[in-house]
Every structure is written in C-alpha cells, then in structure tokens.
C-alpha cells in the first residue's frame, strides 16, 4: 500500500505542472529575475549580494516544485469550468494568484536595486534590463547594474557629544563594528549606533536610544574614501544626557490579583528591596538570587534584563515585567546623579495542574506507539519556586517495519516523581553564571514494569541526583552524582530461557542487575546564532558505573564476587558523541550531516555492557536501509530473523554516519534524500556471535545504504516516511558486500531489499 501511495503521491505533482494553456494570450507567466553586478575591480562578496538583490525584487514569482506549479495550477482549475470540490479546497489551501510579467514594475523594482546597492557602498551605479520572452507565454528579467568602485572607510571618529557621554562612547570603541578600510555598508552604521546606544545604557544612561545619535560622511578624499563622524542630534531631551543610579527596588510578586487598597497589602523589607504582597505565596528571601541590581548603583540595562529572564526562568510566573520611573521624592544626592525607582511586577501561573494525554512516541531504541501519561505538578511547592511532579505512563510500543522479525511488542507501565529547586543544593559554593538562565537541583525516582511479550518481563527502579546549569547561551550541562538503576529480570518463558543459555554474554548483560554510577551530558545547540545558514549541534555523554562500588568492595573485602547488598553490579565507561552540521540552502532546503560515536569498556567481571545500555543499529533513526536491530555485531549475521536475533543483535560499540537533503514539496509536505553508514560491535570476543567483536578493519565492516523520504510537517508535528535499500552489506565475504544487482521488477527482490521506515520527528 505504501509503495502505490507514493506512486500516486509523485504523479500528482508531475500532473499539476502544465499551466500554459491557462495563461491569457495577452499576459506571459513572469517566472523569475537574473541579477549580476560589475563592478571596476573584484568584489569578494558579489554573489551574496546578487542573490540578496533576487530577493527584494516584487512580486517574487510562483512557487516552482519539481519544474512545476502545482498552487498555480489549483487556483486555475478552481477558476475553470471544470471547477470541483476537491480544487477548490486545494485552491482555498494552497492556491496562488498567477504573477504576469505586467505585475512587475520594473522603473520602482530598479529603484530599490539601486538603493540596495547604495546601502551597501555602491554610489553612482547604472542599471539596465532585459526581458527574455524566447519561451511561450513566459517571461525572465534579467537586470544588469554597472557600479563605480565602492567606498571604503579611512577615519572614524566622535565629536560634538558633552565631555562625559564622549569620554564613554571612546572608551567603547575597542568593541567598534566599524573597522578601517570596510566598506560602506547602512546595516553596519546601524548596528554601530545600537551598540554605543546600548554601551550608554549600561553605564546609567536610561533615556537613551539609538534614534539620538547622527552619522555624517566626509567623501571628498578621493581615491573612494570617506570619514565618518558620530554625534549626537540637536534637541535631544535633557533627561536623555544624565546618568541615573536605582534609589529603591519594589517587587509585587501576586500582580495576577485583584485589585486591593493599600491596606490590604503586606509589605516585607529586604536588605536590597520590599516585596508588596497579600498572600507570600512567594519566599521575600528567595529573591535574592534573581535581583541583580542594588539600590545605589548605577542603572545597567543587561542587568534588568537578566533579572527578568532569571524571574521568568524559575517557573512559578508567567509574567514578569520591570519598569523603572522617576521617584516621587528627591534622594540627598541629585546634584551629582538623578534616580529611578524599579518596580518589578509578577504575575503567578497556577500553582497547581493536572495533565493527562495519549501520545504517538518514537523512541531513539527504534520503537514507536502510543503512550497514555498522567501528570500532577505543583510549580511551587515550598514557595521558592520549586517543582514537584508526579507522574504515571502507560504505552505499548512495536516494530512497524519488522520484515520477518516477530515477538518485537511490549507492553510498559510506570510512575515517577520528580523534584526540582531552581538553585544549586551542595556542601560547595556553586559559581553561577547569571547571564544564562537559573541552575536547577534535581531528584528524581521512576519505577517501570516493562513486559516483552512472549519473552520476558523486566522490572526497573531508577534514582537519579544532579544539577543542570548553562555555561554560555548555546552550551547545557547536566551531571548526576548520584544515578542508580536496580533492573530484575522476571517471567522469562522457555524461548527466552533458551536464547540465555545460548549466550553467555547476553546472559550476563542481564544478570547484572545493580548499576550505581554517574552521568555527566553535554549539549551545544547554535541554531539562535545571526548565521542563519549554518548551525551545529554536538552532544557528548559519559556514564561511568560500578567504579567506586568496585573499589569499596575490594578495600573492605566485602564479597570475593562483584556484589553489593546481595546483587551483582555492572562496571563500565560509556561515551558517546553526536555532532551535526546544519547548512540552510534556501528558504526550506537543507542540508545536514551528522557523525555519531559510542564506546562502552566493559570493566571488572562484566563481558559487555548491561542490556539497558547497549548500543543498536538499523532502523528509521539510524541506519535505514536495514531493518530495526538487524546489524551487527561486526559481520555477524544470524540464520533466522527472529526474536532471538533481536537479543544477539546488540553491541558495546557503535559507529554511524548520515547526510541528508531536505527540501519542500507542497506546502506542509517535504522531501529528503539521504545516506546512512554505520555498525556495531563487541568489545569482546563471544563465541556465540562470531565476527562481532571490533578490530581493525572495522571500517569494511559498515554497512552502507540510500533512500529517499518524506515529511509531513506541521511545525511542532512531524509524521516521517524513508524509503531505502542497502548498497553494502558487511555480512556477506569481502569483496562481494557492495550491491550490485538492484533488481526492482523482482518482487521477492524488492521483499528483501525496500525497507520502509515510519517514525515521528526528524531522524536527527
């Protein structure tokens, strides 16, 4: 059913191409602009600036998919006498208006070309057109502009402003955009002004803005030079020329209220503020933390705004608003400085929720299906802020791509609770980072029955303690001193028993029950970076577990066995890193390339790593062109696809890589082609799986494999369908692992081969 609703899928867009005979024979299709630009000696950047020009020409012409226009065509048809139901919503949907060649106005499209290319340092610039009409009711514009050599910066300088506010526009010129020798550019200028503007405020200048600072140019030096001075307009408020120190801080931490006379209202001092309020549902003393300005100091913008974001980061408000006036009184002191008064407003979410919910989830273990979850949260449960949740999930997960394998269902319940501080809870002082967000202090504990049907049921207790925090605006940390997971392995039937006794390593993956450690996870995410056309994501993992009980039990001779309180523990490193590399292509096209690395050094007594943290390969988000847990290890390669091979099929070590093209389709509709490579491998040898363990050739052993996809996605929803094949199987001899034979009429060919792929989100 899949592969004949992609058929129809793709004929529907080659069908919705032609639209010639809709075109009104006085009218031709405008179907885009061609822009290049000459300049008396080479520009480094000319391409960006070209394609910066295509961009601000009106009307941009109708969407083209695949060499088509399918909008264009559903707003024809809906308007034809042939006019359905169906092209009429498609039309109300997705349609668009057609855009002539007499749509375009090329005298006012010249015009902003040209001052686009004045903004950007080309003066006294020529341009021309031409229309080419050589293909049948369609037309492209070609523009050409011819530009003098562009002006480039020689001297910057500051003069006219008063003494103290020149004093700190030059002490900030160290940070200046604005370098010798650059072109001239009014975005540049721009951000220059903003950036003193800012430097000013954060130095006492509260009434100051942008709009008070003026350029002007000196371009008579010849040679395409030019000076450029700073000052400060005329009439520019008095206000605006004096530095103001805070002289009181008010906090009204119920604002959500309504009304009440003054009377009516508490008022707590603090050292540095007075919290205002009726209820102190809120800890006065809790805000010390997140107030980061002082009564007497000067007036700092970064400072205010950090304080709101730290407020509204804690999680008990949903509206935080500070505004800062002139007292009502004078302070001693106004000769020297004037004042502001700072009142911080908050507005109280509901402190107590309940959520419930059925949900599709894909997991990163390659399952998906629904999950039903319920949900209590207090968001301040002892008035500081801190989050209480409770929590219950039940969920049933499946293969739904599973080629042959069977017995791949379960059925999941479990309850959990979680508490987390907005602070740092330690025996140490715990440097914060105040710019980025507030630490949290975190204490987790779940319990889960997870039962693998026709072969066992595994029941899990996990406690966790740690700390997340910020380090910089794209970097999260979290470590978990304390991670202690108890697994116990019960109702096993006769199969699985069987599949045991078989392999001693899996055997003893789930003997090892007790796995005391710690964590510590890393995450960088630069997508909020001005570079809109490239962005990173890097995240490292490390787990280590057993050590310190390994090391108690051998100093206190407390077992000769590696137990502690009676059950045998798991000791490993476990690393892993994924880095991607994002490249925007155009305004929905992408291109992403991601490694991924996972290591697992099995230490002690223990022969791999616990079931629970072993490594899997194959499947819609790993390698797709291979069926879910169906690689590895190594060259392995079991007879039979089955329920035992889903338990074999598993590694200590992991290698992938991927690269993929996104690019739209109709509307909410995306395409992908993409590359997978990738395997996994023991870290010791097992006889039970020969060819599994990791050497040196493990790079002809990767698997490698290719397809195409598509993406229904809704924004905050994607639905994903990959399409793929194998082109090199490591199980088969050397030598004979690339594909070469792609029989597609075959269909026990296309049986063993296609592999189709559903999940939910993006792969990576």
């Known amino acids: 059913m899949i592969k004949y609703a992609i058929f129809l899928l793709l004929l529907g867009i080659l069908s919705s191409c032609g639209v010639k005979k809709y075109i009104p024979e006085e009218e031709r299709l405008f179907t885009g602009v061609d822009v290049s630009v000459e ?31 399918p909008y264009l065509r559903w707003h024809y048809r809906a308007n034809s006498e042939k006019s359905n139901f169906i092209n009429r919503f498609l039309n109300k949907r997705f349609g668009e208006e057609p855009v002539y060649l007499s749509d375009v106005n090329l005298e006012r499209n010249g015009q902003v070309i040209l001052n686009r290319m004045e903004n950007k340092g080309f003066f006294n610039s020529e341009i021309h057109f031409e229309t080419d009409t050589s293909k049948r009711k369609k037309a492209r514009i070609s523009f050409k502009i011819q530009s003098e050599e562009p002006y480039h910066l020689k001297n910057y300088q500051i003069e006219g402003m008063p003494t103290q506010l020149s004093n700190l526009a030059e002490e900030s010129m160290t940070q200046s955009l604005l370098q010798e020798g650059m072109r001239y550019n009014l975005t540049s200028l721009r951000r220059e002004r903003n950036r003193i503007s800012d430097y000013l405020m954060e130095h006492g200048y509260y009434y100051f803005t942008g709009d008070y600072l003026l350029f002007s140019m000196d371009t008579a ?53 007075q919290v205002i309020s009726s209820t102190h549902q809120f800890k006065p003393g809790r805000l010390d933390d997140y107030i980061l300005f002082d009564k007497g100091e000067l007036y700092r913008k970064s400072q205010s705004d950090i304080t709101r974001q730290r407020l509204f980061a804690i999680g008990a408000f949903g509206f935080v608003n500070i505004r800062h006036r002139k007292p009502s009184y004078s302070p001693p002191d106004t000769l020297d400085y004037n004042y502001l008064e700072s009142h911080i407003y908050l507005s109280p979410v509901s402190k107590i929720s309940l959520r419930a919910e059925l949900q599709a989830i894909s997991k990163s273990n390659n399952f998906m299906g629904p999950v039903m979850t319920g949900e209590y949260r207090d968001r301040n449960a ?49 440097r914060d980072n105040i710019h980025y967000g507030v630490p949290r202090t975190r204490i987790k504990l779940s ?53 045991l006794m078989s392999n001693p390593f899996l055997q003893r993956s789930f003997q090892q029950q007790f796995i005391p450690g710690i964590e510590y996870n890393f995450t960088f995410h630069n997508k909020s970076t001005r570079d809109k056309k490239h962005h990173q994501f890097v995240q490292f993992r490390a787990d280590a577990a057993g050590n310190f009980a390994h090391f108690m039990n051998r100093t206190f001779e407390v077992s000769e066995q590696q137990k502690i309180f009676g059950n045998e523990f798991a000791q490993y490193l476990r ?24 290591l697992g050094l099995p230490q002690g007594e223990s022969l791999s790593l616990p079931y629970i943290k072993q490594y899997f390969s194959g499947g819609p988000n790993s390698v797709r062109a291979f069926r879910i847990r169906s690689l590895g290890p190594g060259t392995y390669q079991p007879q039979d696809l089955n329920d035992r091979s889903f338990f074999d099929q ?72 990959d399409i793929a094949t194998p082109l090199r199987k490591p199980w088969l001899e050397e030598g004979n692992r690339w594909v070469d034979n792609f029989s597609i009429g075959k269909k026990e060919w296309r049986r063993e081969n296609i592999v189709y792929n559903i999940a939910i989100g993006y792969p990576f």
Not at 459 to 488: C, D, L, M, Q
């Open 39 to 69: 300049t008396e000696s080479s520009v480094r950047d000319i391409k960006e600036i070209e394609s910066e020009l295509v961009d601000i020409i009106r009307p941009q012409p109708n969407t083209s998919i695949l060499g088509g226009r």
């Open 221 to 273: 030096l010849g040679d395409r030079q030019f000076n450029l001075y700073l000052q400060i307009k005329p009439n520019v408020p008095e206000e605006a020329l004096q530095p103001y120190k805070i002289s009181d801080i008010f906090v009204y931490p119920d604002q959500a209220l309504p009304s009440e006379s003054p009377s009516a209202r508490d008022t707590v001092h603090m050292d540095n503020y």
């Open 382 to 430: 002892f008035k500081g802020g801190e989050q209480f949740q409770l929590g219950m999930k039940l969920g049933y997960e499946t293969q739904v791509a599973g080629g042959r394998q069977t017995g791949l269902s379960a059925f999941e319940i479990g309850v959990y609770g979680e508490l987390s501080f907005p602070r740092i809870i330690a025996p140490i002082k715990w």
């Open 447 to 499: 319990y889960s029955i997870l039962s693998r049907l026709n072969n066992y049921e595994l029941r899990s207790a996990v406690f966790s303690f740690g700390y997340s925090w910020n380090g910089s605006r794209y970097a999260h940390h979290e470590i978990k001193p304390v991670s202690i997971s108890y697994t116990r392995l019960s109702q096993t039937s006769e199969q699985f028993e069987e599949v």
């Open 575 to 598: 690393f892993d890193l994924d880095m991607r590399h994002y490249i925007s292509l155009g305004k929905e096209s992408q291109f992403v390339a991601r490694v991924f690395g996972g």
């Open 650 to 721: 598993a590694g200590d070590i992991r290698v992938e890589a991927n690269i993929e093209y996104r690019f739209p389709l109709i509307s909410y509709l995306k395409g992908a082609l993409f590359a997978d490579g990738g395997n996994i491998w023991l870290a010791n040898d097992n006889e039970t799986l020969p060819g599994g363990q990791f050497s040196s050739d493990w790079v002809r052993e990767l698997a490698v494999g290719a397809g195409f996809g598509f993406r229904l996605d809704i924004d905050l929803f994607v639905i994903r369908l």
